[in-house]
């Protein structure tokens, strides 16, 4: 029993001695060598996520670099598109067959523009004309003096002429750009028109004046020879002659100062000025013969009161006469 626990003993010594420092000092040399792994396994997880930021950075930058290109590609396709188109209108490059519904579409327009002007042109022409041609048949029956009677003459005939030559020439085969000058021709000659036809009626309406003047002025001399002739108080009958023959003599003065206005007036040919001159002269110039036509409706009322009391004055005269003759046969 003692011979095997010395054994046992000696054995386990000899163990205990041979293992525990040996397990010691593997020990002892695991602990740097697990430090050092350590470390290194955490330097390596860092170079991982370095590289792996790294990567998706370059990824970033090359799929924004891939998105500006493509930008850059579509606007430069987007713009050569724009050009192709441009080249294409300028070119006529869209097929022969619609060039040619866009010309039809262009000369039908050009047709109808056509036949408007040159219809609202020979309207306007003829209108013109065949007043111009009644006022100048109304000049010639006009008591003037011969030079403005001719001057006034020859203005319209000239007119009448330019209108006519206009017509003819618009009647032919003409384009845009003679119509849009017989257009401005037109609008010019209405100037001239504008005026030379106002003149006109104001010199047919003067003489009108004069024609009544020398009516009543023979009416006049009639009315003193009555006034003379009659019996009794004068005096009141001879004083509304003499404001009828002031009321006739205004009127003409009134007309003939109208004529002068008018007969000095030229055309404007588009100088505002001139036009609104004329305007205004064309206005005081129908003014007076408004004066003029007041004068005469006074006059007029004269000779009614005259009349009148020249009928009263001979019934007074005649009972007078026929108590007379009564009494003298009774």
Not at 58 to 73: L, T, V, Y
Not at 255 to 282: C, M, Y
């Amino acid at each position: 029993m003692k011979h095997h626990q010395i054994l046992y003993i000696a054995t386990l010594s000899l163990v205990l001695g041979t293992v525990m420092p040996l397990f010691a000092s593997a020990h002892v040399e695991s602990v740097p060598t697990f430090v050092t792994s350590e470390h290194n396994e955490m330097d390596s997880t860092s170079f991982r996520v370095r590289a792996k930021f790294a990567s998706t950075t370059a990824r970033f930058q090359e799929r924004a670099r891939n998105m500006r290109d493509e930008a850059r590609n579509m606007r430069d396709e987007a713009h050569n598109e724009v050009n192709r188109a441009r080249k294409n209108i300028n070119n006529g490059m869209f097929g022969e067959g619609q060039n040619n519904r866009r010309n039809e579409k262009v000369n039908e327009m050009r047709n109808k523009f056509l036949e408007r002007a040159q219809s609202r042109i020979d309207r306007e022409v003829e209108r013109r004309v065949e007043m111009l041609e009644r006022f100048e048949s109304r000049v010639e029956n006009i008591h003037l003096p011969d030079k403005d009677k001719s001057a006034l003459q020859m203005a319209m005939q000239e007119q009448i002429q330019n209108l006519r030559n206009l017509k003819n020439t618009v009647a032919g085969n003409v384009g845009t750009t003679t119509l849009r000058s017989a257009i401005q021709s037109v609008k010019k000659s209405y100037r001239i028109f504008a005026l030379v036809v106002p003149k006109g009626a104001i010199t047919a309406s003067a003489d009108r004046v004069n024609q009544i003047v020398s009516q009543m002025r023979i009416f006049s001399t009639k009315l003193e020879e009555r006034i003379n002739s009659a019996s009794g108080d004068k005096s009141t009958l001879m004083s509304t002659l003499a404001d009828f023959n002031k009321k006739i003599e205004a009127a003409k003065e009134s007309a003939q100062a109208a004529v002068s206005e008018v007969n000095t007036l030229s055309p404007s040919n588009g100088d505002q000025a001139i036009f609104l001159s004329n305007r205004k002269a064309l206005r005081d110039a129908r003014t007076k013969l408004f004066s003029a036509r007041r004068d005469l409706m006074a006059a007029r009322k004269d000779a009614g009161e005259i009349v009148k009391g020249l009928f009263l004055m001979n019934a007074g005269t005649h009972a007078t006469v026929s108590a007379s003759s009564s009494a003298s046969s009774e």
